[in-house]
């Protein structure tokens, strides 16, 4: 069997769609089924991306539909494919329908069009089918439990007693361009006796910026390169992170967690969240107040608030999210 994986990630896109395939891919590669992860991308995520070792194959930016036809030739037509990315069109989704067996299509936005013979949503939301299906035959799946974590964090999942007192902080928003965020987190929490506080910063960063966050406060400590979340979260008592998939992987490593919208199409899941876990949304970063950052940090001060948020986590999260896809579509891997 051979499953193409399409994806796309930069400073704009950000990287969650690379890195949630690319865990799949793995998961699949490693049962030793023929993969070819296809992505656009920059130097940052092609080296992001050495670590697995399927194949690969990167296209230039903003490649032409019909540019990226002729690169594929090559390498024949897959059983299935899975595509994930911001701006799937459907000329592109007709694309990769015409040359696989399936197209799966991964997406928690579901804010386009699609064509796909399935369609997964790994965030719980309501939506109307009819008004996103262009084929009435495709099947939808819209659920939290369908995340696919890494296997590391997995290790995590249990129950564990919360410090009484935060003493560290963690500031992780992902790898786009979400500096002015950023920058006010450090304002913000420069107000609190945190003993440590860590920031995982994109890796495009502005170097002007970054010298101004390292000059806020001596107990903020930085982090370029990720290559071990669990470490990031385990070393963590709360994190602020963004409304996508990272509020879920602070959900899995049972961390209590402030959202911030990093982008517009995660104001619905980000407040069915909140509302499922009691977790504060501080809205889109472009909207975002220091004042807003200091007042939901103190009210998480609260043992008792955080233990709430924990006994609710276990009801949006699942451990089993790569299984559960890959049942869904009918690969036995």
Not at 45 to 51: A, D, G, V, Y
Not at 317 to 333: F, H, M, P, Q, T
Request: charged share 30%; with cysteine.
């Amino acid at each position: 069997m051979k499953i193409f994986f399409r994806c796309r990630g930069g400073k704009f896109q950000g990287w969650g769609n690379v890195v949630r395939l690319a865990r799949i891919a793995e998961h699949l590669h490693k049962k030793k089924i023929k993969v070819l992860f296809i992505y656009e991308g920059d130097s940052n995520l092609k080296k992001f991306l050495r670590k697995f070792k399927f194949k690969k194959v990167a296209l230039e930016e903003d490649i032409s539909l019909k540019k990226e036809t002729s690169v594929l030739k090559k390498f024949g037509k897959p059983k299935f494919t899975f595509l994930e990315m911001l701006d799937a069109n459907l000329n592109l989704q007709y694309f990769y329908k015409s040359i696989s067996e399936k197209l799966v299509i991964l997406d928690d936005l579901l804010d386009k069009v699609y064509i796909s013979d399935y369609l997964i949503c790994c965030q719980s939301q309501n939506i109307k089918k009819k008004q996103i299906l262009k084929d009435i035959n495709t099947k939808i799946f819209i659920d939290s439990k369908y995340f696919p974590f890494n296997k590391n964090l997995l290790n995590n999942f249990k129950s564990s007693k919360l410090k009484k007192k935060i003493s560290r902080v963690l500031v992780f928003l992902g790898g786009g361009n979400y500096e002015n965020a950023l920058l006010k987190c450090a304002i913000a929490l420069k107000s609190f006796d945190f003993e440590k506080v860590k920031f995982v910063l994109p890796p495009n960063i502005n170097s002007n910026l970054k010298k101004q966050l390292k000059n806020i406060s001596k107990k903020y400590y930085f982090k370029d390169t990720i290559y071990d979340v669990k470490a990031l979260f385990n070393d963590a008592d709360l994190a602020i992170v963004s409304g996508g998939y990272t509020k879920l992987e602070a959900a899995i490593m049972r961390k209590p967690c402030i959202i911030i919208q990093t982008q517009w199409h995660q104001k619905n899941i980000s407040h069915s969240f909140a509302k499922k876990t009691g977790c504060p949304d501080l809205g889109h970063m472009s909207n975002l107040k220091i004042e807003k950052i200091i007042f939901e940090t103190k009210k998480l001060k609260s043992l008792s608030v955080r233990d709430k948020i924990l006994s609710r986590y276990k009801k949006v999260v699942s451990r089993n999210g790569i299984n559960n896809i890959l049942k869904e579509v009918g690969i036995s891997a």
